[in-house]
């Protein structure tokens, strides 16, 4: 087989879609007012920091070195971005990292590191704004997942693993908000607190919310006292308890139902939570009455619960929504099981399982950025299938940038002009 030379071509000519996409809606003004402002003598500007980072992702790498191994010769004459070297783009993203905060709770030993970045979680809701016209109010879905590290300052997880445990803000999907935290914080650990932090700064950004789902690590008394004041309704999964067990023993009437071909029984009572922690805490004042939704399923080994008399799993959702019917509750709450596959996301397609720094705080940064690299993807690819058939708004960025983005181009000077000349039988336009 003979070679011959040719001109340097780009593999991903559909990154520059892409990159113009963002211009358009004005990301790169959005980064330009909102960064930290960098020396006269800087030869890249955040807007190249931050284009070529996030062009890693759309282009199917998984760290930062692949703008150099795989990228550069490609987009090297890429008149949207200046392309830097990688150390340069990671060096840059260090400068952006607060402060860790180190706290041990009352009458313990063990200290909890957590690292707040409210700059960046700021300019990641104007951008969600950017590319969320609809402000009418939104379903607000937060969680904690663990990533599994062996950093420097990673510390052992209660999966016997090193690592962090992020808490994020997920409205639809587009991240809204990460805070990060070492691996031996568990979700519950001072999460009231992470919560105001959450919802002050949608509040400072008028984003509006009507609807807050979190999972049982939410159920307690301060929590749900926070959740109140910022969001209409909400509806957190129950931890079972003695009290929990009492008032289900009280539920009377019972609506049959199959699911999955299993018989269940679903009912539902006025319950107010955590008296005795609202009495040994003088906070009283705190307690309302809500809905408690039950969802019973007879129990494989026959054993009975004490307080019930019955032979049953249980499954409890406590809400302040009275309106709507216990089917519609249940319904709604189990819709959020979908943030897990935002997690499934972020880690195999946005990098979160490749977090390049050694510092919890550093890696907040990275973390970050790259959801919103990933929250840029959701609007492109809801946009971009608007046009083009062969793509899907449901499609993940793999298959996006085999359809898409894996097109030879290269930009030529035509009458004083550059022009983008595409190789293949794809109607793009411009």
């Not at 972020?346 to 907040?364: A, C, I, R, V, Y």
């Not at 046009?387 to 097109?407: D, E, N």
Request: net charge positive; hydrophobic share 35%; with cysteine.
């Amino acid at each position: 087989m003979k070679i011959l030379n040719s001109s340097q071509i780009s593999a991903f000519g559909g990154i520059n879609f892409v990159l113009e996409a963002f211009n358009k809606i004005g990301v790169d003004k959005l980064i330009d007012s909102q960064f930290p402002q960098l020396p006269m003598q800087s030869k890249y500007k955040w807007k190249d920091i931050l284009y070529s980072f996030w062009s890693v992702f759309f282009c199917g790498g998984d760290c930062a070195e692949d703008i150099s191994v795989n990228l550069k010769s490609g987009l090297r004459n890429n008149p949207f971005a200046k392309l830097p070297s990688p150390d340069r783009v990671l060096n840059r993203l260090k400068e952006l990292a607060k402060p860790g905060m180190y706290i041990t709770m009352p009458g313990r030993t063990k200290t909890h590191h957590f690292s707040i970045n409210e700059p960046l979680n700021n300019i990641n809701q104007l951008l969600f704004k950017k590319l969320n016209k609809n402000n009418e109010g939104h379903i607000l879905d937060y969680d904690n997942t663990l990533i599994f590290s062996n950093k420097a300052d990673a510390v052992n997880t209660y999966k016997k693993r090193y690592g962090y445990c992020p808490g994020v803000g997920i409205i639809g999907n587009n991240i809204v908000y990460v805070e990060n935290r070492n691996g031996n914080s568990n979700a519950d650990t001072m999460q009231d607190e992470t919560l105001k932090r959450m919802f002050s700064l949608l509040k400072k950004n008028n984003i509006k919310i009507k609807a807050f789902r979190a999972d049982g690590a939410s159920y307690s008394l301060s929590v749900i006292n926070e959740i109140q004041k910022n969001a209409s309704v909400f509806y957190i999964r129950c931890r079972m308890s003695a009290a929990l067990n009492e008032a289900i023993a009280k539920i009377n009437q019972w609506d049959e139902l199959i699911i999955d071909g299993r018989k269940v029984y679903r009912g539902s009572i006025l319950f107010t939570p955590f008296k005795n922690k609202a009495r040994r805490s003088k906070q009283q004042h705190l307690l309302k009455q809500y809905k408690l939704v039950i969802t019973k399923e007879s129990r494989d080994d026959g054993q009975i619960n004490m307080f019930t008399g019955e032979a049953c799993n249980y499954r409890g959702i406590l809400t302040n929504d009275f309106e709507s019917s216990n089917d519609e509750v249940v319904i709604f709450y189990n819709q959020r099981g979908a943030i897990e596959r935002e997690f499934d996301v972020l880690k195999n397609d946005f990098g979160w399982n490749n977090m390049p720094f050694s510092k919890l705080e550093q890696n907040t940064v990275f973390l970050i950025i790259s959801a919103m690299c990933r929250n840029l993807y959701e609007f492109i690819i809801n946009q971009f299938s608007k046009t083009f058939t062969h793509l899907k708004s449901y499609y993940r960025i793999k298959k996006f940038i085999f359809r898409f983005i894996c097109i030879p181009a290269k930009w030529v000077k035509s009458s004083r002009s550059y022009k983008l000349r595409v190789y293949g039988s794809v109607a793009f336009k411009t």
